[in-house]
Structures are given as structure tokens and as C-alpha cells.
């Protein structure tokens, strides 16, 4: 299907509006037109047409192309040029446009429809033969490059070199005549490079500039965002067809990007950037340095070119005003590419803006006191997973900074890292666990996974609205664009910042909100989390129906979770107490026992440090639920590895090396995932939870005797597959509770449950709940046993799983829903059903994650339990998912 917008087309056709059917961009660009905005006419083929075409071996229907020539013929009309016609030539733009904004994609082809013809009707009918000869001399160089697949840097040194022998400084000094033999020599490039001449035919350049919008689809850069961003392949993209309207037609003539409100701090004032007498992507392209649009902006800055509303203060208002319109209607913030061609204002596209975490919140939180949003909406509004720049340290202002260049703040955060000068060795360093920045003259979608692998990006070239500072913001990585005394030398893998010699592998530091850019690593601070995140959060808290847990076992991550709003501990992994000096000696004797009372006498040392251990967590939770864990992981993993090791444990024990090693070698498993671990020691070595156990209850004792809120400890049981072992289990807990009741003349009440993370436990959850008051989803063990994935092991291959659509995501990262959330639920309902009053919660990584808080939701879970840092994370997807 192919839907008109502009000139006298209808614009009340709601799937026109609906960016599924037509992209975000024609969908923006009907409802522009429907209320009354300036956009050029023009046309958008539906995504489903691009789905077709490449479904269909890469032809177009007959259908399409009656549609297609159909729709031209209104633009015609609707502007009075025809396309082709060499006295007055009609000419467009093609431009992709998917549900989502996707770099990587083929974007844009100017002035399609010049040939060596019409070519010379531009010059007649404007005037202006030198814009002629540039509109075509562009127009050859970006169809060579998106459409026919040409390196671009051929026809650039070829322009470089025109400029040299003319002793021109800029591109403003060609003539027409330069242009017309830049225009020849292109020609010549194309011819060279193809084998074929430049397609003279403007209905093949037409339909060869659709394919290659179609075809941008399934480009490997496309297919790399689309994996990091989770957007399915079977979206497709839509093409839009436009009349091209031109800011490049002298000095009242202009292009330009903005803003309703700053994308970086959030703040309600427009922002943006312009350039006099250009074509759109020259202001994107970082070649000439743009502009400001608002006085303001440009005083602050200093900078002495005028802005948009100083030289063109009527095309200005005009802005506002739609500005004012685009705010009312969207209720959000719009990011707009407009054009003025002698003195009239043109809309070319809006969007909803990148943004900030930072700026997302003071939008959100300003618009519901300006009663353009209410809370609800300020609270669906935020991404949950963009929080994670706002929680993290920032560069410690008091600490010394070594500053050695400034550029734009052009996304906002600090990082250090090594210097890296291209995203492939970005990727390689950071798959190694290095810190790396990745510094670039500018950036392209070439270099997304770089970017993404990086810490933070630094460029010499380019704006606040270049490739790097978008996508930058976009990914919540730190940036600073066009700081302009960085000077690289590729060959050498050496750069230049400001008068320093650097060289790749050294460190630096950069500030995403100041735009500097230090030698060596600056010290950071914790973030602050009042404010506008304070505000958001309290919403968010008003309208969730989960409460939000953390995974913690320190009583530093405990404060940590506290501070971040977590409402209880739903995991605390006790064997992670066992893993500090001093500790895994004991823990080590323990296990290497030659029989129970070897393994008693070394537990009688583990017993007053786990009760220190869980007193300190219960002091610091103050009376809030807490879910303790009993021992779950194979033995073996407390072994020491290493010669030395060995010889020290065992001058420590006082026993022989070569017998300790042997014991060792015992307890080798060749699966040990699968193997002695869980409830399984338990049941083979029940000292081992009888001593924990005894302290989890010494611990609840003596804090609820310490005043202030009773400790209810809920205590949990790892790995259970079958109702007998809970059965068991549970039995030894009070028996020792009641032990240490009558020792202590004191009682807390407590709870014993069981994590369900083995298929087996999911299906038998009825039986099971009848010894269990609550279950914990242990996603992570249950992922891996209901795929039959190892989870240390599955990086090897989960990635091109991901790639083929096998599963749309890392299944250990967001829970696959269909299937190992069909045990949850499963088990939910038969666990309610033999125990209406039992606890649910999760407490794999799936609970900060918000597509599985999402399906928590829905499964009525009663919590969901995060790492610290992930509970604001968790707090705000519970809200959204109750919404
Ligand atoms: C789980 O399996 O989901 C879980 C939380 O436990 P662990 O990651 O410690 O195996
Ligand atoms: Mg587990």
C-alpha cells in the first residue's frame, strides 16, 4: 500500500498515523500535515511492501508499481514539476523510516531525479546554474553511495583536489563550472567502479533508491542494531518519497535541526543548530560547523554568527509556533528537521527526541506540572533500563583533572578507559574485560558495536546532533563530540589532543556533561538520587502492585539496595560469606574432612562468623523481610586450585598435600551444574545446614532482642526437585529452631520455602507447596535446565541464536516467556492452589529485568528481586507493568 500526505491529500486514514503500517516517519509526517503544517508533498509505502519484497525474491509487484507511479503523479500535481522533465524537473527525496529510528539503515538520497537533462532545466527555471551543478554533483555522490554501494571517498578527494588546484579555501568558492567537471569526474568514478554508467533514468533511479530502502533492512548493520536493541525483523521498513525543497538556495535559504526542550539537561528552552544556505546533511555530517538557532543559546556560548532567531526572525516565529503546535499534540518532546527555501518554512520530519536519562526525568516531571501529562503517563514514560546512567558514579568534583581538550557534552556520564581508535579493536579489548574509549574523527553506523563495546566516545568533528552524539545518548555511553584539537594518526596509532602526544592503550577520562576531556583516570562519586528521580520514583512506588527485593549478601550491598528503595532481601547467597580470607580455610577443612566429625569441628569454626555475618544484614534490613539461602554450589568450587594453596591448607590442617589432593580429586564431577549441590548436601551432609541454620536463628534471636522491628528470616531451600527432599529439609530447620528456642528462651517467627528453578519442582509445585510457605523462582538454574543450556557456557553460541531469531533474546538476560515462563506460571498455579496464602517471588536475574518483571506481573508474583543497582530499575518496570 502507498499513502499520500501533503498537497490536497486526505489525512484521516488512521493506519496512516500508525507508525506500524508506515514508519515513525511517515506517520509523523502525515499527522504534521493533518494539522495544518508546512510539509512538502509526498508519499510513504507501507513497511509490509519492504516485508514482501524481500520475502518474495526482491521484486516489485505490479500492484506497487500502479500505486507508486499513481502517487508521483499527485506530488506532480501538487507542485506543478514533473519528474524527468528536462525544462522543469521535479525532484525528490527517499528517505527509510521504520517503527523506531534505526541506524545502520540506508537513510536518505537527496535531489533524485537530476540526470545530465534536467539537470540543465534546474539552472534555467532557478537561476542558479552553481546550485544546479551541486544539487546533481550531491546527488551522484550519496546514490553511489546508499543505493549503488560505492566507497564515498573517491568522490571526496576528488573534491579536495578540484579545491587544491583552484586554491580554494571552501566549498562555497566552487562555481558552477567546478561543479559541472566535479560532476563529470563523478561520472567517470561510477563508470570505473560499476562497469556501468550513472543511471540516467529518473524512473530507475527512483526504484533502484526503494530497493535499496528495502534492501537497508537486512544490511549487516541493521541486523547488529536490531540484535542490540531487540526489534524483530519482521517490523520492516517504510520508505518515504518527497518533494524536495531546497536550503540551499542562498542567503534566505536555510536547514536545521531542533529541539522542543534540551535533550541533555531537560530543560524548557528549544534548542537546536542551523546552517545558511545548505542541505540537511551538512549539518548532521559535521562538514560545516553549525549554528546556533536561539539568542540565548548563542550568547551563553559566545559565539559570534547569528542564530536562526536573529537572522531569520520571521522563518523563526514560524518555528516556534510549530514548536508550540508539535508539544500540544505529541505531549512530548519532538525532535524536528526543517528547511527554509527562500524565506518559507518547511517541516521535513518530527520524532519523539532522544534524550537523557537525566533530561527524561525533568521533562516527565515538568510536563505533569504544566498539566500536559499526568503521573501515570510521566511514569511510563521513562525507560527503566535508562535509569541505570542516573545510578551510577559521576567524575568527583573535587578531584584533581588533568584537562587537555574540551569539546561538546554531548551525552552525559564519565568514563575512562584506554584510548582505542577503531570500533573493531572497541569490540576486542572490551570482549577481553578492558576499559576502552573509542576516539573518532567522527562516527558512522559502521562503528555502533564499538561504540557499544566502549565506555565512553570522543570526536574531533561534529555537533550535539551528530551519528556519535545521538547514538551516544541513545546508548547511555558518554560522548564528547567535536572537540576539534584531537588530531589522529591512524598509521601510527597515535593522536594529538590539544599539545599532548597520546597513543592508543593510554588512559583517559572523559566528562559527558562538561565536554572535557582528561589525561589519565579521575575519581568518581556516588550519583544523587533526589530530585526529579526521587519524584518519579515516589510515582512509580504509588502505582506498583509488586514489591521490589535485592540480591545481597554484604551489608554494604544491603545499604546500597536500601538506598536505592529495596524493600527486603530475596536472595542471599551464604556461600558468598564463605569466600572471605580467613573463612575459606575453614570452609576448605570442612570440606576436605575424611568423615562427619572432621566436618563438625571445622563448621564449629563457620558458626560464629555466619551468625556475625546474617546479625549485621538483619541490623541493617531493620525488621524488612529477609530470604536466606542455604548452601547451593558443588563443593569443588571452594577447592583450591593452585600449588601454593595446597601446600598452605595443608600445613594449615596439618595433613599431607598428596592426601589433600586426592580428596580433591574425589570430589571432581563431570557436570557439576547437575551434580552435588542444592539441597543434595543437605540431604548427604545435613551438619552443613544445621550450622547455618543454627546461625541464621542465633542471629534473629539476638537482634529481635536488640529492640526495634522482629527479624522474620525466611529461610530457603536451593535445588529442590522433589517434595520428599523439602519434606526432609524442612524438618531439620525447626528442629533447630526449636533448639535454639529453648537454649535462648526466645523465639522469632520464620518462614521455610524453596527455590523452584528445576523443571521437575515447577510441574510437582502442587506437592511441593505443601511443605513449603513460599517459592522463589531461581530463573537463572531454571532457564538452563528447561533449554538445556549451560549457563557458563551458553556465550558461545546464545549469539548467533539471537542473530537466526531462535530466540528473540539471551534467554538469561530477559526470560524467555514462552517456555521457561510457562513453568513459572505453572507452578504459580499449582502452588496457589494447594496454598492460596503462598509467597511468590523471583529472584534469577530475569527479576531486573522488564520485560520478565513485565510477565511477573501478570503471573501475580508478590516480589521481585534485583541487585542493588538494579532496584530503581525493577521499581519503575513493576509500575509500568501495573499500569
Ligand atoms: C537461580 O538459579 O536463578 C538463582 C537465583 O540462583 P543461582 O544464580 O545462585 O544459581
Ligand atoms: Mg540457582
Redesign the pocket.
Known sequence: TVYHFGGDAPHDDERQKDKTVTGGKGANLAVMAGIGLPVPPGFTITTEESVRYLNEGEDFSDKLRADVAEAVAHIERSVGKKLGDPADPLLVSVRSGAQVSMPGMMDTVLNLGLNDETVEGLATSSGDARFAWDSYRRFIQMYSDVVLGLDHGAFEQAVEIAKEDKGYFSDTEMEADDWRAIVDEFKQIVRRERGEPFPQDVEAQLWGAIAAVFESWDSERAKIYRRLNAIPAEWGTAVNVQAMVFGNMGDTSATGVAFTRDPSTGERAYYGEWLVNAQGEDVVAGIRTPQYLTRARREAAGAKLPSMEEAMPEAYAELERVFDLLERHYRDMQDIEFTVQEGKLWMLQTRTGKRTARAALKMAVDMVEEGLIDEKAAVLRIDPMALDQLLHPALDPDAPRDVVAKGLPASPGAASGAIVLDADTAEQRANRGDAVILVRVETSPEDIHGMHAARGILTARGGMTSHAAVVARGMGRPCVSGASSVSINLADRKLRIGSRELKEGDVITLDGATGEVMAGEVPTIEPELAGDFGTLMDWADRYRRMAVRT?AETPEDCRTARGFGAQGIG?C?TEHMFFDTGRISAMRAMILADDERGRRAALERLLPEQRSDFAEIFRTMAGLPCTIRLL?PPLHEFLPSRDEEFQELASDLSVGVEHLKRRAGELHEFNPMLGHRGCRLGITFPEIYEMQARAIFEAACEVTGEGGDPVVPEIMI?LVATRRELDILRKLVERVAADVFEERGASVDYLVGT?I?LPRAALMAGKIAKEAMFFSF?????TQTALGVSRDDASRFLGPYVEKGIYQRDPFVSLDIEGVGELVRLAAERGRATRADIKLGI???HGGDPASIDFCETTGLDYVSASPYRVPIARLAAAQAAL
Open positions: 540480591n536472595l547467597r547451593d536451593p527455590m528453578e531461581g530463573t537463572n538454574d531454571l529472584c534469577g536475574e
